[in-house]
């Protein structure tokens, strides 16, 4: 049973760059969350989506920052311009939340930007 | 107030020894809790979902206390293994507390 699947796994860009990355929630869950995670402050949820619809963008943290989930099975996250302020591990997690299921992550992307 | 708050780290404990975590939450109308472990460089995973009747799986116990808001886990005859973080997150909003971490010595 795949589980959530992010891409890339790492990403080097240098400043300025368009980034996006990828996330494939497990099928049948019908909510998807990004989180970014630094050492300073922790894992910070960015954004979520039920049933494809943003629900909360609170944790966004500018304009540079965009999320999509155009159907089910795939979402995206953008950021442009990139800044090395923004290099740290995305995380892409799914959920059921009807059922109130747990959190499942993939394995993250690890961004630097440089 | 942050939603989800931890007990500060790191908790360097001995093999053998018992140690206990909590997490404070701030909206009273959640509903799931959740302890995830993290391992350094990797995703976090699912460790226990927390009941309100409380549930134990080994040598973990997790528990929930509605009137004062918090959840704890406590891990009994720790393990060198049991070394990373550990995460406290609440359905209601899925926002993680910033974690605690854990060393288990020989």
């Known amino acids: 049973d795949a589980g959530v699947i992010q891409s890339p796994r790492h990403e080097v860009t240098e400043m300025g760059q368009e980034v996006t990355l990828r996330c494939k929630p497990i099928s049948g869950h019908n909510s998807l969350f990004w989180y970014r995670q630094t050492m300073m402050r922790g894992l910070e949820l960015l954004i979520y989506f039920n049933n494809n619809v943003p629900i909360d963008d609170s944790g966004m943290p500018e304009d540079r920052f965009s999320a999509k989930m155009p159907n089910a099975s795939f979402s995206t996250l953008k950021i442009q311009p990139s800044e090395p302020r923004d290099s740290a591990v995305y995380f892409c997690?799914?959920?059921?939340?009807?059922?109130?299921?747990?959190?499942?992550f993939g394995n993250g992307t690890r961004l630097t930007v440089t | 107030r942050k939603e989800v708050e931890q007990d500060p780290g790191p908790f360097n404990v001995p093999e053998g020894a018992t140690v206990a975590f909590n997490c404070t939450y701030s909206n009273s109308a959640s509903q799931s809790f959740f302890w995830y472990r993290q391992d350094c460089r990797k995703e976090p995973k699912l460790l226990m979902s927390v009941y309100s009747s409380g549930n134990e799986d080994g040598r973990f116990t997790a528990q929930l206390n509605r009137a004062s808001q918090y959840i704890s886990l406590l891990i009994r005859d720790s393990k060198l293994s049991d070394s990373a973080t550990y995460l406290c997150?609440?359905?209601?909003?899925?926002?993680f507390g910033a974690g605690t971490r854990l060393t288990v010595k020989p």
């Open positions: 997690a799914s959920s059921n939340r009807v059922h109130n299921s747990p959190l499942h």
């Open positions: 997150v609440v359905n209601h909003d899925m926002r």
